[in-house]
């Protein structure tokens, strides 16, 4: 997650959000999936099969138990870590939101806001031409 007052910006990826249909009148839809996931580690080819054949385009998951070096190294197919947040003192728990890595998105430090043991939270926006949204996952 970005530290103090740094924003992270990927303005590098698809302005508008299309679902890629053909058929203009079709409503629009953004997925989100959210999962308790009681430890991530050894579980993301589990986790990428149970979202077929509808992929998210978001992925908000709680007690993900990792340090943020060892979620760095966590890698979902055609997701991206959009944001995280890791207990500095104590083990377990923690949150991260991943990603479709071709939506634009901005970091959103709510850092300052989270204590171990307290709240555990991590947030991102994704910067539509039309509109903008805010995803935040939160522990507790």
């Known amino acids: ?9 990927y303005k ?3 302005k508008e959000y299309n679902p890629g249909s053909s058929n203009r009148n079709k409503e629009q839809v953004l997925r989100i999936h959210h999962q308790n996931i ?6 993301t080819n589990d986790l990428l099969i149970s979202f077929y054949p509808s992929l998210p385009h978001i992925v908000c998951l709680t007690e993900h138990h990792l340090s943020q070096f060892q979620l760095q190294l966590i890698t ?21 939101i ?7 998105f901005t970091i959103i430090n ?3 806001f989270c204590k171990d043991k307290e709240l555990e939270a991590c947030a991102f926006r994704l910067d ?8 935040v996952t939160i522990y507790r």
């Not at 991943?98 to 634009?104: A, G, R, S, V």
């Open 1 to 9: 997650m970005a530290k103090d007052n740094q924003v992270k910006i």
């Open 76 to 96: 979902l197919d055609n997701y991206i870590l959009g944001a995280e947040f890791s207990r500095q003192s104590f083990l377990k728990r923690g949150v991260c």
């Open 12 to 14: 590098n990826r698809a």
């Open 128 to 135: 539509f031409l039309s509109f903008k949204i805010c995803v």
């Open 38 to 43: 009681c430890g991530l580690g050894s579980k």
């Open 98 to 104: 991943f990603i479709q890595k071709h939506l634009p």
């Open 110 to 112: 709510i850092e300052k």
